[in-house]
C-alpha cells in the first residue's frame, strides 16, 4: 500500500489543520493506520492511531483531547484532525499503516509509510 499525506501547513498557536492520508494500491481496510510525528533534532514519535474497525483510538498523552484520528475505508482515507494546536506541535507528520493481526502503537511495527507533511504552528 502507499500513502500520502498532506494538509499540513503555517498556522498561529490555538488553530486547527486537518491532515489527510491517501492510501493506493491496496485497500485500507485490512490495515491498522496511525499517525506519527518528528519534529527537528528529535525521533520520530507516536502520535495516534485507529484499528481496522474505526471502534478503537489511541494517542500519545500530548494530544489527548486536542487531536482526532478517523479513517474512511471506502474512500481509502485516514485523517487526523488537530484543534488547539501549540507551538510543540510543530514537525513533520507521517502517516503510516501497520499489517498483520495484532494492533499496535510502536513506531517499529508500522512497516508501510508516506512522506511526511509540514506542521508549523507559531506562537
Known amino acids: 500500500v502507499q500513502l500520502q499525506a498532506s494538509g499540513g501547513g503555517l498556522v498561529q498557536a490555538g488553530g486547527s489543520l486537518r491532515l489527510s492520508c491517501a492510501a493506493s494500491g491496496r485497500t485500507i481496510s485490512s490495515y491498522f493506520m496511525g499517525w506519527f510525528r518528528q519534529a527537528p533534532g528529535k525521533e520520530r514519535e507516536f502520535v495516534s492511531a485507529?484499528?481496522?474497525?474505526?471502534?478503537?483510538?489511541d494517542y500519545t498523552d500530548s494530544v489527548k483531547g486536542r487531536f482526532t484520528i478517523s479513517r474512511d475505508d471506502a474512500k481509502n482515507m485516514v485523517y487526523l484532525q488537530m484543534n488547539s494546536l501549540k507551538p510543540e506541535d510543530t514537525a513533520d507528520y507521517f502517516c503510516?499503516?501497520?499489517?498483520?493481526?495484532?494492533?499496535?502503537?510502536?513506531?517499529?511495527?508500522?512497516?508501510?509509510w508516506g512522506q511526511g507533511t509540514l506542521v508549523t504552528v507559531s506562537s
Open positions: 503510516a499503516a501497520k499489517s498483520g493481526s495484532y494492533y499496535d502503537t510502536l513506531r517499529s511495527f508500522y512497516n508501510y
Open positions: 485507529i484499528d481496522r474497525s474505526g471502534a478503537r483510538t
